[in-house]
């Protein structure tokens, strides 16, 4: 795990696609009364519906504890109060969800610890492990595809921080990073999801 904290969560998030795919589950997942019975294809695809039911709320929590963790290790006046629910209450009612005024959320936020001003990478490594997964959900054998998952191995996991983990990203998937498989899981369409600004625009 010794890799950026942006990254940390991307290699243990690749791993569970391998969960929601039927060829997989059919390898293990089964009534233990009757080996032959397999957890049904439509009931997967019911659960992969319910999960993007809610991506939009899961998402928007996300976000808003990520900006909620940057501001609060962000700059500050040196000797000036500092009150944590003053900050944070607002930022989640702007980005989450309206709340009591009361709330102290912040207060037991675990972890504005160990990854100050990183949680933004939890909804980026799933970014990055959606595109990661398009090398094997476009291999022969899919999840279980050998070439695919010596690839995943050599240039990611066995690569840790020994170099840039862009550059070891980029080799696996055998092209630059792209956002549209992450988009597309949570049901944006590349269509309807606006372009991001040139930094070289600003």
């Known amino acids: 795990t010794h890799v950026p904290t942006d990254f940390v969560?991307?290699?243990?998030?690749?791993?569970?696609?391998?969960?929601?795919?039927k060829n997989v589950l059919d390898?293990?997942?089964?009534?233990?009364?009757?080996?032959?019975?397999?957890?049904p294809g439509d009931t997967i695809q019911k659960m992969k519906d319910a999960k993007l039911?809610?991506?939009?709320?899961?998402?928007?929590?996300?976000?808003?504890?990520?900006?909620?963790?940057?501001?609060?290790?962000?700059?500050?006046p040196e000797n000036a109060p500092y009150d944590c629910v003053a900050i944070s209450n607002p930022i989640l009612e702007k980005?989450?969800?309206?709340?009591?005024?009361?709330?102290t959320f912040v207060s037991y936020f675990g972890h504005?610890?160990?990854?100050?001003?990183?949680?933004?990478?939890?909804?980026?490594a799933?970014?990055?492990?959606?595109?990661?997964?398009?090398?094997?959900e476009s291999a022969p054998e899919g999840y279980f595809d050998q070439q695919a998952g010596m690839r995943l191995r050599n240039e990611i996991y066995a690569m840790g921080d020994s170099r840039d983990v862009?550059?070891?990203?980029?080799?696996?998937?055998?092209?630059?990073?792209?956002?549209?498989?992450?988009?597309?899981?949570?049901?944006?369409?590349?269509?309807?999801?606006?372009?991001?600004?040139s930094l070289e625009s600003k």
């Open 112 to 124: 504005l610890n160990g990854y100050d001003a990183g949680y933004y990478g939890y909804a980026w």
């Open 53 to 76: 039911a809610t991506a939009g709320v899961f998402y928007r929590r996300q976000f808003a504890f990520a900006s909620l963790d940057l501001a609060l290790h962000g700059p500050h």
């Open 166 to 197: 862009n550059e070891s990203i980029e080799k696996f998937l055998g092209r630059k990073q792209s956002v549209q498989p992450f988009l597309k899981k949570i049901g944006i369409g590349e269509a309807s999801a606006p372009a991001a600004p």
């Open 95 to 103: 980005v989450f969800l309206p709340i009591d005024p009361s709330t």
């Open 126 to 136: 799933d970014a990055i492990a959606a595109d990661m997964a398009t090398v094997f």
């Open 27 to 39: 390898s293990f997942a089964a009534d233990y009364r009757e080996p032959s019975k397999k957890i």
């Open 9 to 21: 969560e991307a290699p243990s998030q690749m791993l569970q696609n391998w969960v929601w795919d």
